[in-house]
């Protein structure tokens, strides 16, 4: 059985840092992408990040570049998305998720169509 465990959410004043975990099982980790992706209330599913499992590559939506660090530990089969001058526009519902890995196309990842496996997420609220 597939299963993605996030953990690390929780309640931050503006500027803190946190850390999430995605731990997998259920798959083969190397050949697949993990990505990171958030939901505000009342806005659509945005992409954050994503690490290819198999070669450590690295993506990030504009919106996080510079604040937010993905990482994955193959021998634990667990992605870290590292969090850090937080703001609350952060504020949101964190999901990771696997996609197939060998498959690729410009702009696939980020594409949360593509990916076929999902956490069941995790609270990040920023306050001000």
């Known amino acids: 059985e597939v299963q993605l465990v996030e953990s690390g959410g929780g309640l931050v004043q503006a500027g803190g840092s946190l850390r999430l975990s995605c731990a997998t099982s259920?798959?083969?980790?190397?050949?697949?992408?993990i990505g990171w992706f958030r939901q505000a209330p009342g806005k659509e599913r945005e992409g954050v990040s994503c690490?290819?499992?198999?070669?450590?590559?690295?993506y990030y939506a504009d919106s996080v570049k510079g604040r937010f660090t993905i990482s994955s530990d193959n021998a634990k089969n667990t992605v870290y998305l590292e969090m850090t001058s937080l703001r609350p526009e952060d504020t949101a519902v964190y999901y990771c998720?696997?996609?197939?890995?060998?498959?690729?196309?410009?702009?696939?990842?980020?594409?949360?169509?593509?990916?076929?496996?999902w956490g069941q997420g995790t609270q990040v609220a920023v306050s001000s």
């Open positions: 998720a696997a996609r197939d890995g060998d498959y690729y196309y410009p702009g696939v990842e980020l594409d949360s169509h593509e990916y076929a496996y």
């Open positions: 259920g798959f083969t980790f190397d050949d697949y992408a």
């Open positions: 690490v290819s499992s198999s070669d450590g590559s690295t």
